[in-house]
């Protein structure tokens, strides 16, 4: 499995994505579609996007009861989409029946990470909202071995956490990492952050990688910078 540069295509609109794309005239980047760029235009950015010979990774983050899960992860499956992700939090049940959903009937399925804790869950928020008493640190890893159980590729996870995640849940055990900045960028909103060569040095599989590419003045040299510093 390669190392790979996901560009997080956080635009809200068609027009504003494809212009974007226009740039990009020699490579092909894994590009990331959340849930403003879906919600706005529909599946049929994910298939036009396809068609024009991308990998997606669709990240709406999927949350309910098992049999739900399952069939909208057979949606997804259809559109082809190269990988997909849901919250841990749903329980192994349900991520098993999301394999299940995803898994095509010719054996072949996307990729599909889970999220554990949020980043934007503090440990105070966690225990007095949720009732989740444990350590932060301690859930995290918890949720990434469920994961692993219920048969998925990884999770998604601050830089910061891969190397912890992987000595717990093996080096096979697939961790994607957005909150990378160059060392000389912009933080912007990011907290907890790393640069794309330190994220390589701690073993994520995955950077994504929004705004200090698609905010560049030259986005396709931000995108090769990326590329060289994290796959080399
Ligand atoms: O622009 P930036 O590089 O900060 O974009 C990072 C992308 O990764 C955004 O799409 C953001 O929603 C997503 N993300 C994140 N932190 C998480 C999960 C997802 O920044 N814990």
Redesign the pocket.
């Given at each position: 499995m390669g190392k790979d540069v996901i560009i997080?295509c956080?635009f809200n609109g068609k027009k504003e994505v494809f212009d974007f794309l226009d740039k990009f005239t020699e490579e092909k980047p894994y590009l990331?579609i959340?849930m403003e760029l879906f919600y706005a235009e529909g599946p049929e950015i994910v298939r036009e996007i396809k068609k024009r010979g991308h990998k997606i990774f669709l990240?709406l983050k999927l949350h309910d009861i098992p049999n739900t899960v399952m069939k909208a992860m057979k949606v997804l499956s259809n559109l082809d989409v190269d990988m997909c992700n849901l919250h841990a939090a749903g329980t192994i049940a349900m991520m098993e029946a999301a394999i299940k959903g995803l898994t095509r009937e010719d054996g072949t399925r996307p990729m599909l990470i889970a999220?554990t804790q949020?980043?934007?869950t503090s440990q105070e928020r966690m225990q007095e909202e949720l009732l989740i008493n444990e350590k932060i640190e301690d859930v995290v890893v918890k949720y990434a071995e469920n994961a692993k159980v219920a048969g998925l590729d990884g999770i998604?996870?601050?830089p910061l956490e891969a190397a912890f995640v992987k000595e717990n849940c093996g080096k096979e055990f697939i961790t994607v990492t957005?909150?990378?900045?160059f060392a000389d960028g912009e933080v912007?909103?990011?907290v907890r952050i790393t640069t794309p060569e330190k994220a390589k040095e701690i073993g994520s599989d995955y950077i994504?990688?929004?705004?200090?590419?698609?905010?560049a003045e030259d986005p396709v040299a931000a995108y090769r910078r990326c590329v060289a510093e994290f796959v080399g």
């Open positions: 997080a956080d990331k959340g990240d999220v949020l980043t934007s998604v996870c601050s957005p909150g990378v900045r912007g909103d990011q994504v990688v929004g705004r200090p590419i698609t905010q």
